[in-house]
């Protein structure tokens, strides 16, 4: 089981998909694509941010694109700045699907702090 939030960045009014629990497993990466299939989830491109030990794939879907970020540590993100609906999309999905469970969070946690 994958445990994940549909949150806003720090900072920002922009969405995003923290996966909090699963990234870990070896099938993580299997797991979310054949959960993504509806939308037809195809990795064009990989960038590997070696600095960060990170690796970013470039999606593209049926709702258009959106980066995948994985780490060394297991974390793992999905964003799309630029096309929200997309992410909307994504969390609909997971959200219907039993690998895949939606953790509540509370949005002012994320606001810019003075």
């Not at 994940?4 to 720090?10: D, T, V």
């Not at 694509?33 to 990989?46: F, G, N, P, R």
Request: hydrophobic share 40%; proline share 1%; net charge negative.
């Amino acid at each position: 089981m994958y445990i994940y939030s549909f949150r806003p960045g720090y900072g920002s009014d922009k969405l995003l998909i923290e996966f909090v629990k699963g990234v870990n497993n070896d099938t993580f990466l299997t797991d979310l694509k054949a959960a993504l299939s509806q939308i037809e989830m195809k990795i064009d491109s990989t960038e590997d941010l070696w600095m960060n030990d990170e690796v970013l794939f470039i999606v593209n879907s049926s709702e258009g694109e959106f980066i995948l970020s994985k780490d060394i540590w297991d974390c793992a993100f999905i964003m799309s700045d630029e096309n929200q609906k997309c992410l909307n999309r994504i969390n609909e999905v997971l959200n219907n699907n039993e690998l895949f469970v939606r953790e509540e969070v509370d949005y002012s946690e994320y606001e810019m702090k003075l």
